[in-house]
């Protein structure tokens, strides 16, 4: 789930998984650990690791990514701990994710859809604001723009007709 969050994420330039062994003297003792992922981001590094939100109160994994954290910080690089998201973010981002191939998507489409002004319409409403092109194919364009971040909308509620269009800042 991280990875597609990652993907959404216009500021993420680049994803490794498991991207290094880290190796540090902590309390007297050689630890050891492979964070998940190495995201460069358009504000730099982050180092990220995954695991359910359950087990983040274990012990072993708390101490691990306490020092993990530490290291990773010493290096001027952030370091994020990653868990379930809200279920009904993780939907619309899912959803909006087959939207996501532009060679699907015609230029002239594209243009039309960005010519008119949508901000502030319902999802439902939008698509048969386009003259001149299919409300099926204007959908699929509106959710293209949104995977593409030119549109916005509120993901965590919801995404219905009814879900109100806003112009990305």
């Known amino acids: 789930m991280r990875l597609l969050f990652a993907d959404f994420d216009p500021s993420v330039r680049g994803v490794v998984a498991q991207p290094f062994l880290l190796k540090a003297e902590v309390e007297g003792k050689t630890r050891k650990h492979i964070p998940d992922y190495f995201l460069t981001t358009e504000d730099g590094p982050v180092v990220v690791d995954v695991k359910p939100r359950r087990w983040l109160s274990k012990p072993t994994v708390a101490f691990t990514f306490a020092w993990t954290r530490q290291?990773?910080?010493?290096?001027?690089?952030?370091?994020?701990?990653?868990?379930?998201?809200?279920?009904?973010?993780?939907?619309?981002?899912?959803f909006l994710a087959g939207y996501l191939r532009d060679w699907l998507f015609s230029p002239e489409l594209l243009e039309d859809v960005r010519r008119v002004d949508l901000d502030g319409v319902a999802l439902g409403e939008a698509a048969r604001r386009v003259p001149g092109q299919a409300e099926a194919r204007v959908r699929a364009a509106i959710h293209y723009l949104l995977w593409r971040h030119e549109m916005r909308i509120d993901l965590t509620r919801p995404l219905r007709s009814s879900t109100v269009l806003g112009n990305s800042a």
């Open 71 to 94: 290291v990773v910080e010493s290096r001027g690089w952030r370091y994020e701990v990653w868990s379930e998201p809200a279920q009904t973010e993780l939907a619309n981002i899912r």
